[in-house]
């Protein structure tokens, strides 16, 4: 029952969207030129005077798309920068007029072919386990709760550029050296770094449920486990 509701939600918002026009500034570095930003059925484009820096992308040739505040959206690229080592290119832009919100967010996960790297966290669907914890970072963490459904996991905090939202097939293991302690391994690399994966790793407040531990762990590898003959 939680499964269908999570899926007419997401059914919902989809339901007469052609495409998704959004005016942005696209930030160079030094300096930055404006645009539209088009999200339609088979391609992601980037329509500017400033032809260098004109694009079009299919889904396929995309590598990450980030949602990054009301305000901020990211596309890495199978670019290579040369002047970073071959680093991944990322392009990155600020809207300056709508916002990134739940319509763009359930828009392009019927699209993607990658994960997508999501600070919007649909509030519309039923939360299995509610954990109130601190996300350490290097400079500090912020605070907020892990949520786990039966679609996803999500990490709640004010501080919304730090929230995210993990379907069960973009977190790539889970895992805990203590009672107190919470490891997710993700597939985020929308700023650019080499590799493939990235740690969020979580104080908890309360001493971790077992139950919901292991249901993460057989959301991950429940799958394998019982497609074995």
């Known amino acids: 029952m939680l499964l269908l509701i999570g899926t007419a939600f997401l059914c919902s918002l989809n339901l007469a969207i052609a495409n998704i026009r959004l005016k942005v500034k696209h930030d160079h570095g030094i300096k930055s030129c404006q645009g ?8 992601v484009s980037y329509e500017t005077t400033n032809k260098k820096h004109a694009r079009v992308w299919k889904y396929l040739e995309i590598q990450q798309i980030g949602l990054l505040g009301p305000k901020k959206l990211a596309i890495l690229t199978y670019e290579d920068r040369k002047i970073a080592l071959g680093k991944d290119r990322v392009f990155n832009f600020e809207v300056l007029e709508g916002e990134v919100n739940e319509v763009l967010w359930a828009f392009l996960e ?60 973009n977190i790539s293991s889970v895992g805990s050296t203590g009672p107190y302690q919470l490891r997710l391994t993700t597939m985020e690399r929308v700023n650019g770094e080499h590799g493939g994966e990235k740690n969020f790793v979580f104080d908890l407040k309360e001493r ?22």
Not at 36 to 43: A, D, K, L, R
């Open 36 to 43: 539209e930003i088009v999200f339609g059925e088979s391609t």
């Open 208 to 229: 971790l449920n077992k139950e919901a531990y292991e249901f993460v762990w057989w959301k991950l590898n429940g799958p394998a486990i019982s497609a074995v003959p």
């Open 110 to 169: 019927k699209h993607v072919t990658k994960p997508l790297v999501s600070d919007i966290i649909p509030a519309s669907v039923p939360v299995k386990y509610s954990i109130p914890v601190r996300h350490l970072r290097g400079w500090g963490g912020t605070q907020g709760t892990l949520e786990i459904t039966d679609m996803f996991v999500a990490y709640r905090s004010a501080a919304r550029s730090d929230s995210r939202v993990w379907r069960y097939e």
